[in-house]
């Protein structure tokens, strides 16, 4: 099913299409990503990187190694104005995740129990409502051996630090 969805830069210097829905969509709890989008967490959209194209601009990439996994991840920015747009990932080659606020319209995809995680739980602000029904995780879903970990699904919303 092709499926277009543009975004961008703030200062619009690089824009960028999807061709394709995201495969999951990842919320992410951990202190790199709470200092990337200076949010409590960030929403991240996945996508094969053959489903997304710059089609104006050039972005910079600063390379930084996972507290979690301990592989590079690459941090694609625009150099002008300091927007960061998606992820590259040495652990994840094929894989890029966009950071869901720089589309045009952030809410087109939807965040559904099949394929959406919260990850790094551990490391959530403590007022944070996690929806019912979603998979979550203490940290990544994987160790760094690759043993997959057990999620936790919670039958009602759940407020991390909450009774």
Known sequence: MKT???GGCLCGDIRYVTTAPPSRVTMCHCR???RATGAAYMIQPVFEESDLSVVSGC???FDLPSE???KIIHVHFCARCGT???LSFERFPGKVGLYAGTFDDPCWFDITPEV???IFLSEARRDTVIPAGIPTFAAHVVS???TPQTATVFDSCHIIGGA
Do not use: M, T, V, Y
Request: proline share 5%; charged share 25%.
């Open 4 to 6: 277009e969805h543009a």
């Open 32 to 34: 790199f990503c709470q």
């Open 59 to 61: 972005p910079q990439i």
């Open 68 to 70: 979690g996994s301990g």
């Open 84 to 86: 960061k747009l998606w």
């Open 116 to 118: 959406s995680k919260h």
């Open 144 to 146: 760094r051996d690759g």
